[in-house]
Nanobody
Framework: VQLQASGGGLVQAGGSLRLSCAAS????????MAWFRQAPGKEREFVAGITGTALNTAYADSVKGRFTISRDNDKNTVYLQMSSLKPEDTAVYYC????????????????????WGQGTLVTVSS
């Protein structure tokens, strides 16, 4: 399985970006997908997750109301729409796929995810 993340870049505070994560080698349908991020000197943290059916989503408190995770199973792609960006959102963003079936539960620990993309850098200037 390969996950290819894209869409990062430099944006001013208050701006928006949309990240994409395209899967190859395995369909991502029915798999929980998530976005994590890692800022310099910090641990990788959960940002948002979505179930295989897209019926359930979950967000870190720090991004709730500003970020939206979605998926297009026909395109084998997951998205992260980021709005009202803040300098503290600056990080490398990673998409991840969980292989075990978690049903309606969206796991947050990174250890629950089996495949990772290479990361895309988001820099928010003040």
């Amino acid at each position: 399985v390969q996950l290819q993340a894209s869409g990062g870049g430099l944006v001013q505070a208050g701006g928006s970006l949309r990240l994409s994560c395209a899967a190859s080698g395995r369909t991502l349908s029915r798999r929980n997908m998530a976005w994590f991020r890692q800022a310099p000197g910090k641990e990788r943290e959960f940002v948002a997750g979505i179930t295989g059916t897209a019926l359930n989503t979950a967000y870190a408190d720090s991004v709730k109301g500003r970020f939206t995770i979605s998926r297009d199973n026909d395109k084998n792609t997951v998205y992260l729409q980021m709005s009202s960006l803040k300098p503290e959102d600056t990080a490398v963003y990673y998409c991840a796929m969980a292989i075990p079936y978690y049903g309606d539960i969206i796991p947050r620990p990174r250890q629950r995810y089996n495949y990772w993309g290479q990361g895309t850098l988001v820099t928010v200037s003040s």
